[in-house]
């Protein structure tokens, strides 16, 4: 991890390490009313990212943010993301591939951090959070 790269948003108020042979794009999504940062290769970060990152604007408490990912089957466990409660979840996505999701909540953000079905990073993602600072 020493030699992975920066990725820091000031309107968001965070700054996270990925490694260092992926990219990082981010934007904000209309349609989902979130900004979303994607990680991975460079030629498939648009249709396959290996790991999200998505900032939804108020929030106001860790249970009610988790409550939007209420589909998603396994057993939450707390956790902390840069000092900040937070909870993980493990569960199974299509073709019964695992992925892992982080959530947490700040100054009226709550962050979700997860990987997705096209790779095994659900340690990468861990490494990821313990990276992972709030700015504010």
Same mark, same amino acid.
């Given at each position: 991890?020493?030699?992975?790269?920066?990725?820091?948003?000031?309107?968001?108020?965070?700054?996270?390490?990925?490694?260092?042979?992926?990219? @990082?794009?981010?934007?904000?999504?209309?349609? %989902?009313?979130?900004?979303?940062?994607?990680?991975? !290769? =460079?030629?498939?970060? +648009?249709?396959?990212?290996?790991?999200?990152?998505?900032?939804?604007?108020?929030?106001?408490?860790?249970?009610?943010?988790?409550?939007?990912?209420?589909?998603?089957?396994?057993?939450?466990?707390?956790?902390?993301?840069?000092?900040? @409660?937070?909870?993980?979840?493990?569960?199974? %996505?299509?073709?019964?591939?695992?992925?892992?999701? !982080? =959530?947490?909540?700040? +100054?009226?953000?709550?962050?979700?951090?997860?990987?997705?079905?096209?790779?095994?990073?659900?340690?990468?993602?861990?490494?990821?959070?313990?990276?992972?600072?709030?700015?504010?």
């Amino acid at each position: 991890m020493a030699f992975w790269k920066n990725y820091r948003n000031d309107a968001y108020s965070f700054d996270i390490k990925y490694p260092s042979d992926w990219t @990082a794009k981010g934007y904000w999504s209309e349609t %989902g009313g979130f900004f979303y940062v994607a990680f991975g !290769i =460079a030629n498939t970060i +648009n249709s396959k990212p290996l790991v999200t990152l998505k900032v939804y604007p108020n929030q106001t408490t860790l249970d009610k943010f988790i409550k939007y990912f209420d589909y998603l089957s396994g057993s939450w466990k707390d956790t902390t993301l840069n000092n900040v @409660a937070a909870r993980e979840i493990i569960s199974v %996505g299509q073709n019964s591939k695992q992925f892992i999701l !982080i =959530a947490s909540v700040k +100054n009226v953000f709550g962050y979700g951090l997860e990987s997705t079905v096209f790779g095994d990073n659900i340690d990468t993602v861990r490494k990821m959070s313990s990276t992972f600072k709030f700015l504010k």
